[in-house]
Structures are given as structure tokens and as C-alpha cells.
């Protein structure tokens, strides 16, 4: 019988993709599930609305597992303490050690797992760049993602591992992953702060952030720190096709760390489950590099 997976991916409050990673999420789970022979239906919801677009998709008809990106730890854990035994369900790129327990009491003969990017080594990859590329005593700002998700504590807890100590961190929270809340993010910074600190780095958890926080910090209307902050590296996280790789390959950003879609990989674990019925590993990474390789030596300074 033809497997049927419901795949739910982070979106704004139309129901679009908030990013270029989450469309190479949906082309890595359609293309998997395709190969497989499954049946696959992709949706996007924020945080507020994915258990409520997940719960009516249950209530429409059979499901044989639901792959989730949850955009918070919370709505990850209303996922597992409402799904549990009733279908599959992987998640992507969030993790609590409160996983652990209902997902080794699942039941019901379904699959449970979950997946996410090496958030903390991306953390490390980031501040490793940023220590080569950054004179002694240098001031960075960090626009981190929404700290409501793992993905953005483990990737900060990372980058402070690895950045050298002689750099100064200030950190700015963006309420998701795009190019405006990067604006805003530095907008609400930059309000409450004195100004007067030299910012030699800005530092995005993903190529977005870093992009829209430098599009604010350049249009400041002090000409003096406009020139500062025109002249400070651009660091990221994706490296996208169609987006932070051109922006690392023209200069933009002095470097990025490529992540790579697992919604596929998810999609990989299911069939493994359904045809083996060996139990899937709790928790799994996927892959991680500096982009481009050579990127300790971080590329130029935005002209």
C-alpha cells in the first residue's frame, strides 16, 4: 500500500515558505518521497498555526507519518505529546533532552525520530571564520535567530565556543530567519543602544539576517557610523543556491556555512522503518561545511 507522509515546513501567515531553505525543503522531501513511491503533501505554517494545520490534516484522512519542522521547542513537544501512537512523525532541526522520553514511549507501531543540522558545530564553523577574518579587539554583532528555537541557542552557544576571546559579542534577536526581521532586529539594537561601540562584524544566523542587518546599519543617518558599519564584515549561515552562495561568491558576504536540506534524509528514515521495522535513532545530524572550503581566511570586506 502506497505510504502517505504529510510534510509541514516553517511559513509566514499566508502559508508561504519564510526562506530559499525551506523550498529546498520541500524539493528534497518531494523528490524523496517520489523515488520511494509515496505519496507526499507539502504545507507551511508559523508557529502558531502548525499544530492546527497538522491536526486538520489527521482529521481529513489517513496519514502514515507527519515530517515537521517545529519553529519552537514548544510546538515541538505539543507535536509529540499529541501525535504519540496515533502516526509517524520526524522532526526537523529542533532538539530537547524532554524529547527523549516520549519518544522512547511512542507505541503504536509507528516510526518517531528526529533530525536536525549539527547546529552547535555550525556555531563553531561561524565563530572559527569570524576569529580569522577579525583584527584583535575586534566588536561583533550577532543577529541570532528566534531564541524560542534550539536551532538559535545551540548556534550562538557554538559561536561563542569558537570565537577567540579578544572579540566582543553583542548579540540582537530576530523574531524569524528573513532579510526584514534581520532589519528589524538590528533596528531595535541599534535604538537601544549608545552607538558609539565599532562594529567590525555582523554576524547572521543565516545568510538573511546578516544581509537585511547590514541593509539597516548602512542607512543609519549618522554618516560616520553608516561608514562603520558599510565597512564591517558580513558573515552568514546557508549558502543557498540562489542566494548566500552568490552572495559569498560576489563579495557580499565574507562567508557562510552550507547546511543541507534533511527533509529528504527524513523521508529516507521512513522508508528504512517501514521496511526493516527497526526502530529509527532518537536523534540524528545532518551535514555542515564552511562555504566556500577555504573560508578560515574569510573573503573581503563588502566594497
Known sequence: MEKSVFVLLIGDSEGKPVDL????????ASLTARAAGFKVEVRWATNLDQYGVLRKRLAAGALDAAVVEPASVSTANLLL???????????????DPGFEEPIARWGGGHPVATISQPQLQIGEIQGRQVSEAMPQKAQALVITGPMRSSAARE??????????????????????????????????????????EPIQAIVGHSDDLAVGAHSAAIAVANAAQAAMFRSARLFGVGAVPGYGREMVDKGVLSASV??????GQAIAMLKQFWADGRPLPARSASEAVP???????ARGARP
Open 21 to 28: 531553505y525551506q523550498k529546498l525543503q520541500e524539493s528534497d
Open 81 to 95: 505529546g499529541q501525535l504519540k501512537g496515533r502516526t509517524g512523525l520526524v522532526l526537523l532541526n529542533v532538539w
Open 155 to 196: 548556534r550562538l552557544a557554538g559561536l561563542r565556543s569558537a570565537l577567540r576571546d579578544d572579540i566582543v559579542v553583542q548579540t540582537a534577536e530576530a523574531g524569524q530567519w528573513t532579510e526584514a526581521d534581520g532589519i528589524l532586529a538590528f533596528n531595535s539594537w541599534y535604538g537601544s543602544s549608545s552607538g558609539g
Open 258 to 263: 552550507a547546511v543541507r536540506p534533511n527533509a
Open 291 to 297: 562555504y566556500p572550503a577555504s573560508s578560515v581566511q
